[in-house]
């Protein structure tokens, strides 16, 4: 049984930073693309990081506001991935998925999309005050 567990949000001021960690069991970890996507209330749910099986290359949302503030990273040895998250705003806030991929994914659209990922997490609210 696949579970994917994400854990680290909270309540945080602007300008602050939060790391999410996604602790992945049942699978094998090393053979997965992973991803990060957030949803905020009334909206679709959205891309926000990725990471290929071997941590070798990463995505993130095309907005510039993201590529400069979040990082994600992977610990194959401990079946985790992270999402750092640096200097955030009220418009971060938002339930925070991550997902697991086995299939191959060609480029950056692919990865971006809900439909590549076979597993999700419950999700952590991150809320961020003004």
């Known amino acids: 049984q696949v579970q994917l567990v994400e854990s680290g949000g909270g309540l945080v001021q602007a300008g602050g930073s939060l790391r999410l960690s996604c602790a992945a069991s049942?699978?094998?970890?090393?053979?997965?693309?992973m991803g990060w996507f957030r949803q905020a209330p009334g909206k679709e749910r959205e891309f926000v990081a990725a990471?290929?099986?071997?941590?070798?290359?990463?995505?993130?949302a095309d907005s510039d506001s993201v590529k400069s503030r979040f990082t994600i990273s992977r610990d194959n040895a401990n079946n985790t991935v992270y999402l750092q998250m640096g200097s955030l705003r009220p418009e971060d806030t938002a339930v925070y998925y991550c997902?697991?991929?086995?299939?191959?994914?060609?480029?950056?659209?692919?990865?971006?999309?809900?439909?590549?990922?076979?597993?999700w997490g419950q999700g952590t609210q991150v809320t961020v005050s003004s």
């Open positions: 990471i290929n099986w071997g941590g070798a290359v990463t995505y993130y």
């Open positions: 049942g699978l094998t970890f090393s053979r997965y693309n």
């Open positions: 997902a697991a991929g086995r299939r191959y994914l060609g480029g950056s659209y692919s990865y971006q999309q809900v439909q590549s990922y076979d597993y």
